[in-house]
């Protein structure tokens, strides 16, 4: 199915949480400071999620089954510039920006604190 630039951005994010479940508002929360805050565009990116197989909505809990989908992603990438920005996430003023490269796109910038808040751990192993 073709998604809009921005549900394929957040399909992408999903893919890429280490997380096993998270409650609704920890996923929509995720969405927000990563992919939109639009509140309806997140209704769409879970939607799109849930009729991919990405999650599965179950006693108020999304339930991640990521082996299950049908959908084929590459595994993102995190890439550190120096330059002055404010942090998606939580507003900081900082030097040193954290981006995540999806295959649909850059999301970010972020702090080193707030990059490793975005359930992406998978991706700091090789530090």
């Known amino acids: 199915m073709k998604y809009s630039k921005t549900v394929q951005k957040g399909l ?21 400071k990563t992919v939109t805050k639009n509140y309806d565009v997140v209704h769409d990116i879970m939607e799109a999620a849930r009729t991919e197989g990405l999650v599965e909505k179950r006693d108020g ?4 089954c990521l082996e299950s989908h049908a959908l084929e992603f590459y595994k993102p990438k995190i890439v550190f510039k120096k330059e002055s920005s404010k942090c998606r996430c939580c507003g900081r003023s900082m030097n040193e920006c954290w981006y995540v490269e999806l295959k ?24």
């Open 104 to 127: 649909s796109g850059i999301i970010g910038p972020y702090g080193s604190t707030c990059v490793r808040k975005l359930y992406l751990e998978h991706l700091f192993e090789d530090e």
């Open 61 to 64: 809990t999304y339930h991640f």
């Open 12 to 32: 992408d994010y999903i893919a890429t949480i280490s997380a096993t479940e998270l409650s609704p508002l920890e996923i929509r929360t995720l969405l927000s």
